[in-house]
């Protein structure tokens, strides 16, 4: 049998992987996916409790998906988008259009979030050219948020050690402000008084209203763990940014198609943003697509202007066969009431972790929404003791991954800002899957507190 473990070691360059573990003689080799399940090339059955990396949201080995490929590569496998359309292009948007926000009815599409945020600071940067507000070019984005990999959507991201290797390559546009971790108010005091948002608002007054011509953020921001803003956030966020002609960003890569409960998180934090960013589950992973919905109006005034286009483009962007993908996914999300499923089972997940943090004295906290959660490490709550810099050293360089092998669990042990481990099962998952998951991370959790009262 061919040794794809060899010919990866020999040939193929992974993603943010350390050449060590690479080199190491347990690489794993995925060969198929079953529903909620994945099986490598030894046989062994891993629970997939992030959908891959927060994608496959419809689950592996979905008939319909496969079918809606092959039949769009036998009648149109590729034509651009430039100056053309074609039938699933069309519908993609029409579709992503019906299930926007407010008047987010125009649709741009390219192959990846890393472009579909690049889509957007362009955009912005184009609408302000187009009313002839030429100063503005600055974006404020948030810390420890991630918004991609490519040189602008890295100089938007807040996390300092992917970004500052590369930092004499990156525009210097960026501003970050604090993220909503731990922000309140008491109650009565109204959202405009958070200091969440309030940064945004003296960044935007620092820099000169007129330098500014966006703001970006997550809904439920990843990085930091799944971060869910206060209540009245992004209404407030909605009404600083009018304040100053700034365009908002919702960035909803992974927030989008039903992650959050709704087809896109903004329905649930009450605003209309000007963008949403989204990609991932837009095609259940099973066709790479991206692309930004943007307000009618915005783009109208950009058509309508002297500029008169959008000055950006990709060979792939509304792929056929990506869009086709896309028109299946949403079609199947209508169909099985995605977005409801995640509603009414999301209490069923989160009661789950709570459950197990209360056992287990090495969780700080549990947060998120939807199908989304972090649960945030520590030492030991009961004494209030943090993970030396050694332990989290360790956890995150090997030690998690290990117990998470053992419990056959494919989460994600995370390290933006604490020690955290991510989950973001698959929206299909039912109860019982929920407790597959919710029983091996039992294992991983107490794995984790014997290890580390082993070191104390
Ligand atoms: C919020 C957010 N924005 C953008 C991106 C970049 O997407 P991609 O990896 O498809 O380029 C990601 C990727 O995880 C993301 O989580």
């Known amino acids: 049998m061919d040794d794809f473990r060899a010919k990866a070691q020999a040939h193929l360059v992974p993603h943010f992987t350390r050449g060590a573990a690479w080199r ?81 009815d125009e649709v741009f599409f390219v192959s990846s979030g890393s472009e579909a945020i690049e889509s957007a600071l362009k955009f912005a940067r184009n609408y302000h050219l187009s009313r002839g507000d030429t100063g503005r070019y600055k974006v404020i984005s948030r810390e420890w948020s991630y918004h991609g990999t490519t040189l602008g959507a890295l100089a938007v991201t807040g ?58 953020a997550e809904p439920v921001q990843n990085g930091r763990g799944a971060l869910v803003p206060p209540d009245g956030y992004w209404p407030e966020l909605r009404r600083v940014c009018d304040r100053y002609g700034v365009l908002l960003c919702a960035d909803e890569v992974i927030n989008s198609f039903g992650r959050i409960g709704h087809f896109f998180a903004s329905e649930r934090f009450a605003v209309v943003p000007d963008m949403i960013t989204f990609a991932k589950g837009v095609t259940s992973a099973y066709q790479p697509l991206g692309g930004v919905v943007i307000r009618r109006p915005l783009v109208e005034q950009v058509w309508d202007s002297p500029m008169g286009s959008f000055l950006h483009g990709s060979t792939f962007g509304g792929h056929p066969v990506a869009t086709a993908v896309a028109v299946a996914t949403i079609t199947a999300m209508h169909a099985e009431g995605i977005p409801g499923h995640v509603l009414a089972h999301q209490d069923h997940l989160r009661r789950g972790l709570d459950a197990l943090a209360d056992r287990h004295s090495c969780v700080r906290e549990v947060r998120g929404a939807g199908y989304f959660y972090a649960v945030e490490l520590m030492a030991d709550r009961e004494t209030g003791t943090d993970l030396t810099d050694d332990d989290a050293l360790a956890l995150l360089g090997g030690v998690l991954l290990g117990f998470l092998k053992e419990a056959r669990l494919l989460i994600r042990p995370d390290d933006r800002g604490a020690t955290m481990l991510t989950f973001a099962p698959p929206l299909v998952a039912d109860r019982e899957v929920l407790d597959d998951i919710l029983e091996r991370t039992d294992q991983v959790l107490q794995r984790t507190g014997e290890w580390i009262a082993g070191r104390r």
């Open 24 to 104: 190491r003689g347990d690489l794993i080799v995925m060969d198929h996916g079953d529903g909620c399940y994945i099986h490598d090339t030894d046989g062994v059955r891993y629970l997939d409790g992030l959908s891959g990396l927060f994608c496959t949201s419809l689950g592996h080995s979905r008939t319909d998906l496969v079918a809606a490929a092959a039949e769009q590569m036998g009648k149109l496998a590729y034509y651009p988008t430039w100056g053309y359309t074609n039938e699933p292009a069309s519908r993609a948007a029409e579709m992503i259009a019906e299930v926007a926000p407010g008047d987010l």
């Open 159 to 216: 996390i300092a050690k992917l970004r500052d290797p590369f930092a004499p390559m990156l525009w210097d546009g960026v501003r970050h402000v604090r993220n909503t971790l731990g922000d309140s108010v008491p109650p009565g005091t109204p959202p405009s008084e958070l200091a969440s948002v309030q940064a945004v608002e003296d960044m935007i007054l620092a820099e000169g209203p007129d330098t500014v011509a966006l703001v970006v």
